[in-house]
């Protein structure tokens, strides 16, 4: 069985920044793609990372480009998001996801099988 547990999540200050982690269980990650995604308070899930387990090749939403990186160590069955410049509107809950499968697009929620429990990220002013 898979599983994926977050960590890193907290309460900073405009500007400051976060590495948020997911540790995957349960299944080589060397061959998954792994996305984050976040939810706010009253919105919809949306995407915020993913990267390939084919080449390592990175995606990231318009609004978090240039601020996060996403990255993976197989070995440790681990994917960080490092998270800078944080601004109030990146207050959300944060969650990791993994497939097995492959398709063309990686910011589809719902072509993700797995799911963490996420933490939360709160940014203040």
């Known amino acids: 069985q898979v599983q994926l547990g977050e960590s890193g999540g907290g309460l900073v200050q405009a500007g400051a920044s976060l590495r948020l982690t997911c540790v995957v269980s349960?299944?080589?990650?060397?061959?998954?793609?792994i996305g984050w995604f976040r939810q706010a308070a009253g919105k919809e899930r949306e995407f915020v990372a993913a990267?390939?387990?084919?080449?390592?090749?990175?995606f990231y939403r318009d609004s978090v480009k240039g601020r996060f990186t996403i990255s993976r160590d197989n070995a440790k069955k681990t994917v960080y998001l490092q998270m800078n410049s944080l601004k109030p509107e990146d207050t959300a809950v944060y969650y990791c996801?993994?497939?097995?499968?492959?398709?063309?697009?990686?910011?589809?929620?719902?072509?993700?099988?797995?799911w963490g429990q996420g933490t939360q990220v709160t940014v203040s002013s």
């Open positions: 349960g299944r080589d990650i060397s061959r998954t793609d």
């Open positions: 996801a993994a497939r097995g499968v492959w398709y063309s697009t990686t910011y589809r929620a719902n072509e993700y099988d797995y």
């Open positions: 990267i390939r387990w084919s080449g390592g090749s990175t």
